[in-house]
């Protein structure tokens, strides 16, 4: 019943979904599950997704309201430098899980730890 | 008469593939995926490929699941099952008309399902604006290989009785 085509087909579809079954798991959307959010005056200005190559980078944040240095870490970011007065940010130190926040009140800036898909409850319904 | 003979023969092969579509909601896969399903219809679009023609089973493809929307009342299930009923109707035809000599009809039917895996993950990523949802993608790949199977050995069955039916049928009223 079975022609040599369709037993050359059917061996070519399973390896080549195992073979990309065994990417995604391993290579594809790695680090991916949070991100950082950075926030001036309410408004989502920047989203750093954690990666590896991002590790010891530091991003300046200038606004009108002030400055800081944001430094990312592996899976985690803390800011290690601002021009406001009380440098309770810098003090901090380190924030890593999702919900976590650093807060820099003179200069108006939130930076957040959100995961992908925190905002809905369901991912998606098809029905 | 033979115009009639033949709207009413694709009607009742419209309705078989609705009553295939509602009855397959009802069995559940208890190994695989959500999503997964055994694509019993795809068994009448194949017959139809065969033994009637590319646009008859294409139209059999839409009716099957614009009737399948207004069973269920399920409207965003008439995308992804209009996308995948017309992918794997291009696909098939495709693979029976030009490789049929490679391929037997298991093999046009799991082009069939692969294209119709497809067009829902296609779908789906559009409807989500995720790309990432493609990483489904394998597994339904797997499992369409074994549905696409048994609905291939199924029309081979049918198609080489019901092929000489129908083949009786229109060429003695002719």
Known sequence: ?127 | MNNVKKIIFLSLLVSIGLALSIIETMIPLPFVAPGAKLGLSNIVILITLVVFGFRESITIGILKSITFTLATGSVSSLFYSLTGAILSCIAMYIVYRNLSKVFSLIGVSIFGAVAHNFGQILVASLMMKNIRIFSYLPILLLTSLFTGYFVGLASIYISKNLKNYFDNIFLYKN
């Open chain 1, 1 to 127: 019943m079975l022609t040599k085509g369709d037993k050359i087909l059917i061996v070519s579809i399973v390896i080549f979904s195992i073979l990309s079954l065994i990417y995604i798991k391993n290579f594809a959307f790695t680090n991916e599950e949070n991100y950082i959010s950075i926030q001036v005056d309410g408004e989502e200005i920047k989203k750093v997704i954690f990666d590896k190559k991002l590790i010891g980078k530091t991003m300046p944040i200038e606004t009108e309201f002030g400055y800081n240095l944001i430094e990312i870490g592996d899976q985690k970011v803390r800011v290690i430098d601002a021009d406001c007065p009380d440098k309770l940010d810098v003090k901090q130190g380190y924030i890593s899980k999702s919900g976590e926040v650093i807060v820099c009140l003179p200069n108006k800036l939130v930076i957040e730890i959100k995961g992908i898909g925190d905002d809905v409850d369901i991912d998606y319904m098809s029905r």
